[in-house]
């Protein structure tokens, strides 16, 4: 069941980096389905992809020492606690969870040549984000577990969560991946270092571990499509942090800790935080502003795929307005106008659900409804659990009199719209990119 799958698909996926290897779906594929086959899903590494040779060997390791230094443990309460493979397995509620998993690079080419200004980080069009069916484990099982059995008292989630705790600095979970992990700290019977430099990154523990005000229903997944994870997505093992960009659920995952404060961690600390636009590369305050913890409001257009399209002049002509979706308007009425068909996707973080897709084919001057296709998918929401975490893919018509600019704006249930200005969404690394998506469209030749 466990066995790794090392198969990469070059020919479904664009390769923006070979080494660590980096790629994405290309754009036309994205919304032909609404679970992202893992073939297609796209890849974001750091460093090396590592080996579990042996998965009878692995350990995830639960380091619960800052915890118990200031809740205080019971006598002979396991601070650091080890859970093999089949153990978490055998013990804790196998779930499935539908998430969108959604890299903060992407969009960020577009960022880069619609702002004028260089970013620095891999170069991603819009194909950085899949959705998936993410079996596993929850994390808040394992975590009150690995709590009760260090204090012997954890039974009240707030509690544990610190909600009732005066103190200002609150606690977090810390992920860390076995990727630049020396071989010998990976042994089961070597204890972590606290300063170890596998990747790493952390999220509120009030977030993830359930009672008042959670949202995240956080998986220590094995799984992706009903598939035992391949080692580029995580093999054997990776949390998956639901309504939060990619680089929070770790891959390779080894070791979780209990912390107060974020991560000192290079990806929470000095990576994937969307500094503000005036922070070039010669004067950057890291501390300015806090990690990227839940995803922005985004949509894009994937079909068609180019940021520039042509007419092929093979496009119904779009004369009155008996259409539910897309009537001509003044601004095409009187010129050329015909039927664009669209394709593309929309999602928000922290659970909050895509409410609307509006389309407009001139500029931004009129728009309509994009129509959304999740009524097929229905069932699979249904088996499991939640649309709350899941893109919504969307087809729209609109009208275009060539040339002229085609855009469209996701809005989410918190009304969060996705703004235009370019010029203050810049930021040094490029990240958290959700400016509206624009296509020119030019008349055939
Ligand atoms: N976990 C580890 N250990 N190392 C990594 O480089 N990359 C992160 C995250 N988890 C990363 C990691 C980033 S930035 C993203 S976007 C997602 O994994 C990508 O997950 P995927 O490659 O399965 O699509
Ligand atoms: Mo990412």
Not at 132 to 158: F, K, N
Request: with cysteine; net charge neutral.
């Amino acid at each position: 069941r466990h066995e790794p799958v090392d198969e990469r698909h070059l020919k479904h996926l664009l390769v923006q980096a070979p080494a660590p290897f980096n790629a994405e779906t290309r754009a036309e594929q994205l919304p032909q389905q609404h679970i992202t086959p893992v073939a297609l899903f796209y890849v974001r590494n750091h460093g090396p992809v590592p080996l579990c040779p042996d998965v009878s060997q692995y350990r995830l390791v639960v380091d619960m020492r800052q915890w118990a230094g200031v809740q205080g443990a019971k006598a002979g309460g396991d601070l650091i606690r080890q859970f093999r493979l089949d153990e978490l397995l055998r013990r804790f509620r196998f779930v499935q969870l539908e998430a969108t998993l959604q890299c903060a690079g992407n969009r960020r080419t577009e960022l880069e040549e619609r702002a004028r200004r260089v970013v620095r980080g891999v170069g991603w069009q819009q194909g950085v984000i899949g959705n998936a069916v993410w079996g596993g484990v929850p994390l808040a099982e394992v975590l009150l577990a690995a709590l009760g059995e260090c204090t012997g008292s954890a039974t009240d989630p707030r509690a544990l969560a610190g909600a009732d705790d005066a103190s200002e600095s609150e606690w977090f979970v810390e992920f860390e991946g076995a990727d630049w992990v020396p071989e010998e700290a990976r042994q089961p019977s070597t204890h972590p270092a606290i300063s170890s430099p596998g990747y790493r990154a952390s999220v509120p523990l009030r977030q993830v571990l359930g009672g008042a005000g959670q949202t995240l229903p956080a998986l220590l997944a094995t799984e992706m499509n009903g598939q035992p994870l391949t080692r580029d997505h995580g093999y054997p093992l990776r949390c998956v942090v639901p309504g939060m960009y990619g680089a929070r659920s770790v891959k390779w995952l080894w070791r979780i800790a209990l912390r107060r404060g974020h991560s000192d961690g290079f990806f929470v600390q000095r990576d994937y935080k969307m500094l503000p636009s005036w922070m070039d590369g010669e004067q950057v305050d890291w501390n300015a502003v806090p990690p990227l913890m839940e995803t922005n409001v985004q949509c894009a257009i994937c079909v068609p795929a180019g940021r520039e399209v042509r007419l092929s002049g093979q496009e119904a002509p779009a004369l009155n307005g008996g259409e539910p979706h897309g009537a001509p308007n003044e601004s095409t009425a009187g010129r050329h106008a015909v039927w664009l068909p669209l394709r593309g996707y929309a999602c928000s973080g922290g659970g909050r659900r895509v409410v609307l897709v509006k389309v407009s084919g001139d500029g931004g001057r009129t728009w309509q409804a994009a129509r959304f296709l999740d009524a097929a998918n229905e069932e699979v929401s249904r088996k499991t659990r939640t649309g709350a975490f899941s893109w919504r893919l969307w087809v729209a018509q609109v009208p275009v009199a060539a040339p002229c600019q085609v855009v469209c704006r996701a809005v989410d249930e918190a009304a969060n719209a996705q703004p235009d200005d370019v010029v203050p969404a810049w930021n040094l690394r490029g990240v958290a990119h959700n400016t509206t998506y624009r296509m020119q469209v030019l008349p055939p030749p």
